[in-house]
C-alpha cells in the first residue's frame, strides 16, 4: 500500500527472473530508501534459510507512475522474489497486502501508517493482510478483514506452503476512555466558563484575553471533556493520522477522546500545517483533527503560521503540495487562543507600562481577517482573594453537569440539520442560516445595524447567526431570539479584548 496523506494505493509487486547477469533491477519510482531494499532483502532471504536467485531479477511495482516511498514494500517484494523462483506457493498472495520492513536476519519491522493502509485496502476489496506482529495492535482495528501477523521471514514463508500458521489478534478489551481534567478546577471567570460552554455546543473557535494567571490554559485544557466521544468513524479518522506518524499507544490504540493540540509559539510552518521533502507529513493541525487545537501566546506567534491556518479553518483540510505529489489531510478543529492584552502583562491593568500604540501593536498582530474568522473573544479577569479563599459563593460546576447541557444542545443541533449531513452549527453555511432558516427582520434588526454600521462583516453575520442558534440550543427554543443574535454579536466585539 502506497500512502498518500491519509488515503491509500493498492500497489501491485511483481517478480520476473530471467536470464542475464545476476542481479536485482527494481522499477516503479522508488525512492531511495525503497532502492536500499535490494540489500535488505536478498540478506533477509539468506539468513531465513531460503536461496537467493542466481539468475537477473526484476522487480515492477505497479502502478509506476505513482511514487513508493518507504520501507514496507520489503515484505512483499521477498514475498513475489521467492513465489517467483519457486522456492514457495505464491497461491495466497493473490488478494493478500503484505506491510512489513525487513532486518538483514529476517525479522520483520513495524512501519507506520498501517492503520489507513489497511482501511484503504479494505475499501478496495482486498480481504486478508499480513503485518508485523508488533502491529497487530494497530491492525486488529479494521474489522471486515482477515489480519494475521508475522515475526519473522520464515514464518510467513511456511504460511504460504501451508506448513504452519499465522497467528490473528486478539478481540481487544473494550478499555474506559481515559480521563479528562475538570471544570470545577478553575475558580472564578464565570463569562469564560460560559463561553466555552457555548464554544462547545456549537464548535465554535474562542479566543481568551487576560493577564498570566487567572486560568486561560486551564479552560482550554478542559474544553475536551466537554465535547461528545468521537463516533466509530471518527476515532478511525483520527487515529489514522496518528497511526502515520507512528505514535499510537499500545494498551488503548483506537483514539475515542478529541485530541487536544497545544504547539509552542516557537513551532515552524511544516510541523504546525504539515511538511517534508517529497511527500508531506501531517502536522499539529491534523494532530488536532475533531478535536482542539489551542494557541498559548498567540500573539508570539508569527504572522506566517497565523495566516496559514485561515484557509484550514474554512476548509476543515489541509492540501500539502510537494515535489512528489499533493496531499490532503483532515484538519477539522476548534482553534482556541489565548493571548496577554499587552507585553508586559501585569496582574493589575493598572500597573500596565506599555503606551496604547504598544498594545495596539501587540494586539495587532492578531490579523482582522484571522479575528473574523473567531466566533467568540471573552475578556478574563483577575482574580480577587475573595473569589480565590472563601466559600459564601457557589462551587464550580463540573464538566460532568457542564457536558450534559452540551450534549443536549448537540443533540438538538443534529437533529436540525442530519438531512443536510451537518452535526453542529459552525459546520452549517451562512446562505442556509439566510435563506432556508432566515431570522425575522426584527430578530436581526441590530445585527443588520451593526453591519450597515460596519461593524461586523458579511462572514461576521454569518457566524453571529451560528452562534445565535448555538445559544438558542442552550436555551431549548426552537428558533433564535433578538436576545440570542445580540449577545452572540456582543461575543464579537473586539474591544472585549
Not at 41 to 69: D, F, I, Y
Not at 282 to 287: C, D
Not at 356 to 366: E, T
Not at 371 to 381: E, G, K, N, Y
Amino acid at each position: 500500500m502506497a500512502l498518500l496523506g491519509i488515503d491509500g494505493r493498492v500497489v501491485e509487486v511483481e517478480a520476473d527472473i530471467g536470464a542475464g547477469l545476476p542481479g536485482m533491477k527494481l522499477v516503479g519510482l522508488p525512492d531511495p530508501g525503497l532502492k536500499e531494499a535490494k540489500d535488505r532483502v536478498r540478506a533477509a532471504v539468506r539468513n531465513s534459510g531460503q536461496k537467493w536467485p542466481e539468475q537477473h531479477v526484476t522487480l515492477g511495482l505497479s502502478p509506476a507512475n505513482l511514487p513508493k516511498l518507504g520501507s514496507g514494500y520489503d515484505l512483499s517484494i521477498a514475498a513475489a522474489v521467492l513465489a517467483a523462483s519457486g522456492a514457495v506457493s505464491g497461491s495466497k498472495l493473490l488478494g493478500t497486502v503484505l506491510l512489513g520492513e525487513l532486518a538483514l536476519d529476517g525479522r520483520i519491522r513495524p512501519v507506520p501508517g498501517v492503520l489507513p493502509a489497511l482501511l484503504a485496502a479494505r475499501r478496495e476489496g482486498l480481504k486478508r493482510a499480513v503485518v508485523p506482529i508488533d502491529s497487530m495492535f494497530e491492525a486488529a482495528l479494521v474489522h471486515d478483514m482477515e489480519v494475521l501477523g508475522a515475526g519473522r521471514l520464515r514464518d510467513l514463508l511456511a504460511w504460504m506452503d501451508d506448513i504452519e500458521s499465522l497467528p490473528r489478534p486478539e478481540p481487544a478489551d473494550e478499555i474506559p476512555p481515559p480521563s479528562v481534567a475538570d471544570l470545577a478546577d478553575v475558580i472564578g471567570q464565570p463569562e469564560a466558563r460560559w463561553a466555552l460552554e457555548v464554544a462547545a455546543a456549537g464548535g465554535h473557535h474562542l479566543l481568551l484575553v487576560g493577564p498570566p494567571g487567572v486560568g486561560k490554559t486551564m479552560l482550554a485544557r478542559r474544553l475536551p471533556g466537554l465535547l461528545p466521544e468521537l463516533s466509530r468513524e471518527e476515532s478511525l479518522e483520527v487515529t489514522a493520522v496518528h497511526s502515520i506518524e507512528g505514535k499510537l499507544s499500545r494498551s488503548s490504540p483506537l483514539i475515542r477522546i478529541p485530541p487536544f493540540a497545544d504547539p509552542h509559539h516557537s513551532i515552524s510552518l511544516a510541523a504546525l500545517i504539515g511538511g517534508g521533502a517529497d511527500i508531506a507529513k501531517p502536522g499539529m493541525i491534523s494532530r488536532a483533527h475533531r478535536g482542539v487545537l489551542f494557541l498559548d501566546e498567540v500573539c508570539e506567534f508569527g504572522g506566517e503560521r497565523l495566516e496559514s491556518l485561515r484557509t484550514v479553518l474554512e476548509d476543515g483540510e489541509v492540501r500539502l503540495a510537494r515535489r512528489k505529489g499533493v496531499v490532503c489531510y483532515p484538519a477539522r478543529f476548534q482553534l482556541v487562543l489565548a493571548t496577554n492584552p499587552c507585553p508586559c502583562a501585569p496582574p493589575r491593568e493598572a500597573d500596565c507600562t506599555c503606551s496604547p500604540s504598544v498594545r495596539r501593536r501587540y494586539f495587532g498582530r492578531l490579523s482582522g481577517p484571522l479575528l473574523d474568522r473567531i466566533d467568540l473573544t471573552v475578556r478574563l479577569r483577575p482574580l480577587t482573594a475573595m473569589h480565590a479563599h472563601t466559600h459564601e459563593f457557589d462551587e464550580p460546576e463540573p464538566t460532568a453537569r457542564v457536558r450534559d447541557r452540551v450534549l443536549h444542545a448537540r443533540d438538538r443541533a443534529a437533529k436540525r440539520w442530519a438531512e443536510h449531513g451537518w452535526r453542529t452549527n459552525a459546520e452549517v453555511p451562512g446562505p442556509v442560516l439566510r435563506r432556508e432558516y432566515a431570522l425575522p427582520r426584527e430578530t436581526t434588526a441590530l445585527l443588520d445595524r451593526s453591519l450597515n454600521m460596519g461593524a461586523v462583516t458579511a462572514r461576521g453575520v454569518d457566524r453571529c447567526l451560528r452562534v445565535a442558534w448555538t445559544l438558542s440550543d442552550l436555551a431549548e427554543v426552537d428558533r433564535p431570539e433578538a436576545d440570542h443574535v445580540a449577545a452572540a454579536l456582543g461575543f464579537r466585539d473586539r474591544r472585549a479584548a
